[in-house]
């Protein structure tokens, strides 16, 4: 280390540290011009922002003091307890896997998808294989062609994960690729695949596979410890972490049962997270997990060999089936944010996964986007880059201890498989959900092109329908549902009747009173499938009848404008469009503006789906059968 000489120059060094007290008043002073009168503590609060499992995001994070610095340490990458990575170089030397999904049920094509992705980026295969993918007889024609010693290959198998398994490994034998230089996860996930489909497999076919991949195959890793189950039934982050553990755990006590030693049965396990647009949270979710790991391996009587090996998938949860071209933004954060918190592997699904079979274009944009991050931004070139920000490092100490105390919830109800039967999993992430629902309802939480600023215009893409995906457990949801409810309605009117159902917005003096409300209230209602009509620019109560009859709506119709005009015109507009035919009124600002002149209000914070139903139930529109 060079220490430079005191030649003066030192930055800063003449002014005094700043205290957290009086970033406070200054806060405080901020909030007072608000009308807000808050001190201290109360006044930092206000620009706090709540999130699930309890944790909130301070406006200020600095250096830990008091009770805070007695948090646990951090420890070096490649070191127990493994927050900072579970190599000591991390994926700085080659950089992640770039690990592509391949659905279908076609080995052919499932062959030539494979064999296009791994000339172009792609470092490792993940293969449906059974009743919702490639026959298992079809495994071979399907990796034909695919240097098996080079490329690794995941299973997905569900129920079928034996026969599966053992097809793969006889495709090893049979291609002459040495023991020693296959690498494959077998992807055996018994408990995951009941949480998905509520039928418990045999196990005793896994324990087996695992002690003979322990004894003859080092490259290759039987179980899989999927955590999407239950992030794609609604759960929060601490949710997936803790259910993450509690299939680990049940895992390890029935490898050891089964004849393993702890450290043969902690290497048999590959963990698998859903990676979001919330790039933090994915940051610290993936440095927690590998934290709460390396506690069960301690507690185990192995802490050496708690490093856990991740695969992060992007979300599916926030994938959008209207304007999908945005989920290709979501997918880069969320990669973005899996490289940085450190995953081993990670899957890029193509923007059009949710519509059916992915085309070539989705597929290549897909891998190309790990290829950029590693290649052009050269983000796996750190170690763990996010180590040492005040705000990660509290997240992921806040986020591990409400996972671990979720986990032990579970194992208190007897383990997963317990907790799985019982319904205490599906209720706690229906909870969880029911609250996510409301934020996303309320557009509080936006879904860009869906919730906001969404095209009514657009042309939809079409896709290959995929095979049916396992289902009977736990649900399935979408950020989307709900608006992609209300969409399907507007389309089946549409298809019905040759018109979208249609809100006449009468706008009430000049653009600069009613141009933020009449914007607001035409992304409202398109969020809906209902097509604004704005014309002319502005009405008055000589003027709206003959604009509404003209506009073509379907009874409803909304007023735009400043508080001051509503008092002067609102009454007068709002019977001259009930005159014209109008059966409802809104408004389009604080409920309460102009009572007794009009029927309902819509306002930043209202119930969007709550009222774009309600609306689209007026029109005469039906319901989805």
């Known amino acids: 280390?060079?220490?430079?000489?005191?030649?003066?120059?030192?930055?800063?060094?003449?002014?005094?540290?700043?205290?957290?007290?009086?970033?406070?008043?200054?806060?405080?002073?901020?909030?007072?011009?608000?009308?807000?009168?808050?001190?201290?503590?109360?006044?930092?609060?206000?620009?706090?922002?709540?999130?699930?499992?309890?944790?909130?995001?301070?406006?200020?994070?600095?250096?830990?003091?008091?009770?805070?610095?007695?948090?646990?340490?951090?420890?070096?990458?490649?070191?127990?307890?493994?927050?900072?990575?579970?190599?000591?170089?991390?994926?700085?030397?080659?950089?992640?896997?770039?690990?592509?999904?391949?659905?279908?049920?076609?080995?052919?094509?499932?062959?030539?998808?494979?064999?296009?992705?791994?000339?172009?980026?792609?470092?490792?295969?993940?293969?449906?294989?059974?009743?919702?993918?490639?026959?298992?007889?079809?495994?071979?024609?399907?990796?034909?062609?695919?240097?098996?010693?080079?490329?690794?290959?995941?299973?997905?198998?569900?129920?079928?994960?034996?026969?599966?398994?053992?097809?793969?490994?006889?495709?090893?034998?049979?291609?002459?690729?040495?023991?020693?230089?296959?690498?494959?996860?077998?992807?055996?996930?018994?408990?995951?695949?009941?949480?998905?489909?509520?039928?418990?497999?045999?196990?005793?076919?896994?324990?087996?596979?695992a002690r003979e991949a322990a004894a003859s195959w080092p490259g290759v890793r039987a179980l899989a410890v999927d955590a999407l189950p239950y992030h794609e039934a609604g759960g929060s982050a601490a949710e997936e972490l803790g259910l993450s553990l509690a299939t680990g755990v049940a895992y390890l006590r029935t490898l050891t049962e089964g004849g393993l030693g702890t450290e043969a049965a902690l290497g048999q396990l590959e963990f698998r997270y859903a990676a979001t647009a919330d790039q933090f949270l994915t940051i610290a979710k993936l440095r927690a997990a590998r934290r709460l790991w390396a506690r069960v391996a301690e507690a185990c009587g192995a802490p050496e060999a708690g490093a856990q090996r991740q695969h992060a998938v992007t979300s599916p949860v926030m994938m959008t089936r209207r304007d999908p071209w945005v989920n290709m933004l979501r997918t880069t954060v969320a990669s973005m944010a899996a490289g940085v918190g450190g995953a081993d592997s990670v899957t890029v699904l193509p923007f059009d996964a949710e519509l059916g079979l992915p085309d070539a274009f989705a597929r290549r944009i897909a891998r190309n986007t790990s290829t950029i991050l590693l290649e052009e931004s050269h983000l796996a070139r750190v170690i763990d880059p996010a180590g040492g920000s005040y705000y990660v490092e509290r997240l992921t100490d806040e986020l591990a201890h409400a996972a671990w105390e979720f986990f032990q919830t579970v194992e208190r109800a007897g383990g997963l498989a317990a907790a799985l039967r019982s319904g205490l999993v599906a209720e706690r992430l229906a909870a969880t959900w029911a609250a996510r629902s409301k934020k996303l309802a309320t557009r509080r939480e936006p879904i860009t092109g869906v919730s906001e600023f969404p095209l009514l215009s657009e042309k939809p893409l079409v896709r290959e329908a995929a095979p049916a995906a396992p289902a009977g457990g736990l649900p399935r949801v979408r950020r989307d549902e709900a608006y992609e409810a209300l969409r399907a309605r507007s389309d089946a009117h549409l298809e019905s009747t040759g018109a979208r159902p249609r809100v006449f917005l009468a706008a009430l003096g000049p653009a600069a009173a009613h141009t933020a409300r009449a914007t607001f209230a035409s992304n409202l209602f398109q969020a809906g499938g209902i097509e604004p009509v704005h014309e002319p620019v502005s009405v008055d109560a000589a003027t709206a009848a003959e604009a509404y009859a003209a506009a073509g709506a379907d009874g409803v119709a909304v007023l735009c404008s400043s508080d001051a005009l509503y008092e002067e015109q609102a009454a007068e507009v709002a019977a001259a469009l009930r005159a014209a035919g109008a059966s409802t009124v809104f408004l389009a600002g604080r409920p309460g503006t102009s009572a007794g002149a009009v029927d309902e209000y819509v306002f930043a914070g209202c119930d969007a789906v709550a009222v774009l139903s309600s609306v689209l139930d007026r029109m005469g529109v039906p319901r989805e059968q």
């Open 1 to 209: 280390m060079t220490v430079l000489p005191d030649d003066g120059l030192s930055l800063a060094a003449e002014f005094p540290d700043a205290t957290h007290e009086q970033w406070q008043r200054l806060v405080e002073g901020v909030l007072r011009k608000s009308g807000k009168e808050l001190t201290g503590e109360a006044a930092e609060a206000a620009l706090s922002t709540t999130l699930e499992d309890g944790l909130t995001t301070r406006p200020l994070y600095t250096a830990p003091s008091g009770a805070d610095a007695k948090a646990e340490p951090t420890g070096f990458p490649g070191f127990a307890p493994f927050v900072r990575g579970g190599t000591p170089d991390g994926t700085s030397t080659s950089g992640w896997d770039v690990r592509q999904r391949i659905a279908g049920s076609d080995p052919v094509r499932v062959n030539e998808a494979a064999l296009a992705d791994l000339e172009n980026g792609t470092t490792s295969l993940w293969l449906t294989v059974g009743r919702s993918g490639i026959p298992v007889a079809g495994l071979g024609r399907a990796l034909d062609g695919v240097y098996l010693d080079l490329a690794p290959v995941v299973l997905d198998a569900g129920a079928e994960y034996a026969e599966a398994a053992r097809a793969l490994l006889a495709l090893y034998a049979e291609r002459g690729v040495a023991p020693e230089a296959a690498r494959a996860s077998l992807g055996i996930d018994p408990l995951g695949h009941e949480a998905r489909t509520g039928e418990a497999p045999d196990t005793a076919p896994a324990v087996e596979l």
